[in-house]
């Protein structure tokens, strides 16, 4: 189409898809736009600069070469802009209004294969903005659409969650995920640390038997850490768990979409749990090699003031001892300090024998189940109305006002029912039990011989991680004029 317009010299071609919208891929479809907007140029003689990119209308700021083609506009570089639609340039009402603003102020026409707009024109003006207000509706419908068809696919189990985690491959029929050769070395992780391997102990391990990422690339203390807390190596996908693509922000779990066995699990969800249990609760604090961990690395606590007392190696006489804390709290040897926690610790093993065979001698009839059968009930009927609010919302069946009021209801109803599930928890005979046993366990593990006292037997590390699993913290006192300090343990609840 020839434009006959003198004032137009060189001009800026503006391309950009954020996806195949016409199912021909989207590298021929830029190259079809490519050819239109170039002969377009050429048949009005208009020398032209292209700029290209493959970006979400969502916002300009994240679009690099919408940014640099705005700010020559600013430079007066273009008597126009050319592009294939309105809509190119953006979909969202604040940008295009940012855009119509730029283009009104360097007086730099807007132009497509079918018309020209002058934006210091009354007319053309209000009908760029009738255009982008329309383009902005279609938008909002097609990402609504989207988002519809995003989670009924999750739903149904399929992977809509970017590449596959490393140790799967997405099945291009199925589109849900299947174990890979790689899955051996997803295996290998969880049971280093469940073992108690520490992360950068595992991570000098993976390197020395060129285990690497799917880049090729040595793990990192974060990439491990990530690994472990990931949902889909137990079979399950988590999504709609963040309010934005680009955002730590989390919405409220009535709102995620949880999918159980949605495809082959990797790792079991005992080895699962007792992994992540490890990493998130036992605090593995030491990504650098010169932070050291001791048998009681984040044990050990101030009575007076509470903070966290780690310990300091002596090197020029080889000994090691509780800080002195800025309270005015003091520091002692650290060997018979650890000795007299190791006899105490032992010591325990009777008072949960004591209690393990109170709670299985008890007769009467537990019906925590029952309870929390019910409470459950509730609870999904709640996360259901939930749904349906949002639903009613999405349909324009209820306003923003009522939308807010019956979500906040039901969103404290949930609570509220999240913690009586959570106290009657507590107060569950059977998971006392376990839990007692578990300690149990962790106590028969500790027997023998610690490498810091004894010179042989389980590492510090390991003392660690079981003493974790035992104790939830150590109050210590050595106040002056007391001629030996004082010991406080206190264990996990039983």
Not at 95 to 123: L, N
Not at 392 to 399: G, R, S
Request: aromatic fraction near 8%; include cysteine.
């Amino acid at each position: 189409m020839l434009f006959n317009n003198d004032n137009i010299k060189h001009v800026a071609i503006y391309l950009r898809l954020s996806r195949d919208e016409e199912n021909q891929g989207i590298e021929q479809v830029l190259e079809n736009h490519r050819q239109t907007l170039i002969n377009l140029c050429k048949e009005n003689n208009w020398s032209y600069e292209k700029f290209e990119e493959v970006a979400s209308s969502s916002t300009i700021i994240n679009r690099e070469q919408m940014v640099k083609l705005l700010d020559r506009v600013q430079q007066k570089y273009y008597d126009a802009v050319v592009v294939m639609d309105i809509d190119r340039l953006s979909r969202n009402e604040y940008d295009a209004s940012v855009i119509k603003r730029i283009m009104f102020e360097t007086e730099t026409f807007i132009i497509t294969p079918q018309r020209m707009f002058d934006v210091t024109k009354d007319d053309d003006s209000l009908l760029l903005g009738i255009t982008n207000l329309i383009a902005s509706g279609e938008y909002n419908q097609i990402l609504k659409r989207m988002r519809r068809g995003k989670e009924y696919a999750q739903k149904q189990g399929q992977w809509t969650n970017g590449q596959a985690p490393l140790g799967y491959t997405k099945d291009t029929k199925t589109k849900k995920l299947v174990p890979n050769e790689r899955a051996k070395d997803i295996q290998f992780i969880f049971a280093e640390i469940v073992k108690g391997t520490t992360i950068p102990t595992l991570i000098n391990h993976l390197n020395s038997i060129g285990v690497k990422t799917r880049e090729g690339k040595s793990f990192h203390y974060n990439s491990i850490q990530r690994i472990i807390n990931n949902e889909a190596y137990k079979g399950t996908i988590i999504s709609n768990r963040n309010v934005g693509k680009h955002s730590n922000e989390i919405r409220p779990k009535d709102e995620w979409i949880i999918v159980q066995n949605a495809h082959p699990s990797i790792i079991d969800e005992t080895t699962w749990n007792a992994a992540n249990k490890i990493v998130n609760e036992y605090s593995f604090k030491a990504p650098r090699s010169k932070n050291r961990i001791y048998p009681t690395s984040n044990l050990i606590y101030c009575s007076n003031c509470g903070r966290l007392q780690g310990c300091n190696y002596k090197l020029h006489i080889d000994k090691i001892y509780i800080k002195h804390c800025k309270c005015g709290n003091r520091g002692f040897y650290y060997n018979p300090v650890l000795a007299l926690i190791k006899e105490e610790v032992l010591g325990y093993k009777e008072s949960i024998l004591e209690a393990l065979e109170s709670l299985e001698e008890d007769k009467q009839v537990d019906n925590t189940q029952y309870k929390k059968d019910l409470l459950t009930a509730r609870l999904n009927k709640s996360n259901k109305a939930l749904k349906k609010i949002n639903f009613l919302f999405e349909e324009d069946e209820i306003d923003i006002v009522e939308y807010r009021e019956r979500k906040a209801e039901r969103q404290e109803e949930v609570k509220l029912i999240e913690e009586e599930i959570l106290a009657l928890e507590k107060e569950d005979k059977s998971v006392k039990i376990d839990t007692l046993k578990e300690q149990l366990e962790a106590i028969e593990s500790l027997v023998g011989h610690w490498h810091l006292l004894d010179g042989e037997g389980y590492s510090d590390e390991k003392v660690n991680r079981l003493l974790h699993g035992l104790i939830s913290g150590i109050l210590w006192s050595f106040k002056k004029g007391e001629e030996s300090p004082q010991l406080t343990i206190i264990y996990n609840e039983g």
